[in-house]
């Protein structure tokens, strides 16, 4: 019989941490070729503030914080997918209680998100508002660290704006501090103002980077906990019930 969700493309399994390796092994590859032309050295000899190093630094801790979630929720989604699989290639019976599902006389489900949700939903409630509210508050456990995320991104927009004050602000302090106007003058005016405004373009300049970099992972983090929910909500509305000869 022709069932239309195994006609399906599923994803391979840890398609998200493979993508965010892909993006780090990208990244790392332009870290190379930037320090092999001398144009990391140059923007870090640059900046007087030492802020592209803070927002580099930034950048190193995020990452390590969008490996972790991408790897938990990695692993959420490869679990849900198998038993999305056996719900839906096996029509045997599914037994649900506080402690395990089980499907047939198999072994008990995994642990993991969409399992515990399960057990939730119809070990206690079945009304539709109080389901929605359990998956919401789920989600919200996963949710919660990516929107810490987007919150460190923006903070580290802020950082490279202040290093763009700071620029700023060296370039006019070396106009102020002149008390007359000659050549020679002029050429140390124009030094120090390069100086600033170099300061000012390149913290600006790695703070867009890195936000951009991060923002990459933390929206894929984001289209993950989408997929996890819409197969949580799949198998709590259709297959699940179909199996417990539960009837809407």
């Not at 539709?128 to 460190?152: K, N």
């Amino acid at each position: 019989m022709f069932n239309p969700y195994e006609f399906r493309l599923s994803p391979p399994p840890h398609l998200l941490l493979l993508v965010w390796w892909t993006l780090t092994a990208l990244v790392a590859f332009g870290v190379l070729v930037s320090v092999d032309l001398g144009l990391l050295q140059e923007m870090l000899g640059a900046d007087r503030s030492q802020i592209c190093l803070v927002v580099m630094a930034m950048y190193l801790i995020g990452l390590g914080h969008t490996y972790l979630r991408t790897r938990l929720l990695s692993r959420e989604l490869e679990a849900a997918e198998a038993l999305m699989q056996a719900l839906t290639t096996t029509s045997t019976p599914v037994t649900l209680n506080a402690e395990s599902l089980r499907i047939g006389e198999g072994a008990p489900a995994a642990p993991g998100f969409m399992s515990n949700f399960l057990r939730e939903h119809f070990g206690r409630t079945r009304d539709e508002d109080a389901s929605a509210e359990l998956l919401e508050a789920y989600a919200s456990r996963l949710r919660g660290t990516t929107e810490f995320g987007w919150f460190f991104i923006d903070l580290m927009l802020k950082v490279g704006f202040l290093g763009t004050l700071v620029g700023f602000i060296l370039m006019l302090s070396s106009v102020a501090d002149t008390g007359s106007l000659d050549a020679n003058t002029m050429q140390k005016i124009l030094r120090q103002m390069s100086v600033g405004m170099s300061t000012a373009l390149y913290t600006t300049l790695a703070s867009l980077v890195g936000g951009i970099l991060l923002s990459i992972p933390y929206y894929l983090h984001d289209r993950g906990m989408e997929r996890l929910l819409d197969l949580c909500i799949r198998a709590r509305d259709v297959l699940v019930p179909a199996r417990l000869g539960i009837r809407g």
